[in-house]
């Protein structure tokens, strides 16, 4: 490994005073590039490794200066229309400087360890007081394993708590290294049935499964989440499936993240296409009747965000 793959990253946004990564109060580091495509992704722009220009039309004054500013023709005004190639766009981010609107945001930059490890100390005595830390996300961290681990390297040099969010589609070998320097896995189940899975996120799940019966077994601390999607993974049968792997594992809790409509917004500004534009969140009644269900199948469901 290099110096500058090792002590370099690609991170689209760092979020401060976060309390729901982990316990206390936490700051998130989030990382840009996913292996999966789920339907619901509600971080698109954290799905490609390439940072991405986020468009607000509303604020766009047609001044043109972006058009001057970008030397592959990705930016233009074609009669009257503002358009934006994002196939010609290198992610060079000089629109963006021109910008005096604020239309125009690039989702992703590189920084190295240190320069988000300054982020993160900055509310040191914070983390002290709430018995919090730091937590990285994505994305998913494992998509770029050395500067996840140098960065909670850097965490635990502080006694820092640290956390990591993933989905596990990744080899044995990084997450193995990277538990080393992780205090909690935030460790997300989309699916029991592996073609389904395959179908609603572009993977199947045996990587995922297995990695976190391993992650289990050395007695790591583990918090899970599945999110929730009407129609999607919401069958009885999933959710049987669901509590008989866990029980079989004993793990008697888990944190269901009920689908909403929000990110639709993110797509249009990213230009991308929606597929479950006309999903709705459920209803409290529903989501306590999953969780009635659970709990007689001898799961506690907490409900999250
Ligand atoms: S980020 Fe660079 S390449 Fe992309 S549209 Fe803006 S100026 Fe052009
Ligand atoms: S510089 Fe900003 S306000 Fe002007 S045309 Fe480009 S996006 Fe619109």
Request: charged fraction near 25%; glycine fraction near 6%; aromatic fraction near 6%.
């Amino acid at each position: 490994m290099t110096r500058c793959e090792s002590d370099r990253g690609v991170v689209f946004d760092i979020q401060r005073f976060s309390v729901h990564d982990g316990p206390g109060i936490r700051t998130t580091v989030f990382l840009k590039g996913c292996p999966l495509k789920c339907l619901w992704c509600h971080n698109p722009e954290s799905q490609s490794m390439q940072p991405v220009l986020s468009f607000e039309r509303e604020l766009c004054i047609m001044c043109g200066e972006c058009v001057k500013e970008c030397s592959r023709n990705a930016q233009a005004i074609v009669d009257g229309a503002r358009i934006i190639r994002r196939e010609l766009c290198s992610g060079c981010g000089r629109c963006v400087e021109a910008c005096n609107t604020n239309a125009l945001i690039l989702k992703g930059q590189t920084m190295t360890v240190e320069e988000v490890f300054r982020e993160v100390i900055r509310d040191e005595l914070l983390y002290r007081k709430s018995k919090g830390g730091i937590t990285i996300s994505g994305g998913e961290p494992l998509m770029q394993p050395t500067f996840t681990y140098n960065i909670l390297r850097r965490g635990k040099e502080h006694n820092l708590h640290t956390t990591i969010e993933t989905c596990g589609h990744a080899p044995w070998a990084s997450l193995k290294k990277i538990l080393k320097v992780t205090d909690l896995v935030i460790y997300d189940l989309k699916h029991m049935d592996s073609i389904q899975h395959k179908k609603f996120v572009g993977v199947d799940n045996v990587l995922i499964l297995k990695n976190l019966k391993k992650i289990i077994e050395k007695e790591k601390e583990v918090h899970v989440r599945v999110p929730l999607i009407p129609g999607l993974n919401d069958s009885e049968d999933n959710l049987l499936k669901i509590a008989e792997f866990f029980k079989h594992l004993r793990v008697t809790s888990v944190e269901f993240i009920p689908y909403h409509e929000f990110a639709s917004t993110k797509y249009e500004l990213l230009g991308m296409d929606y597929s479950l534009k006309a999903l709705t969140a459920y209803t409290s009644e529903e989501l306590e009747q999953k969780r009635k269900k659970m709990a007689k199948l001898g799961i506690k469901i907490v409900i999250g965000v």
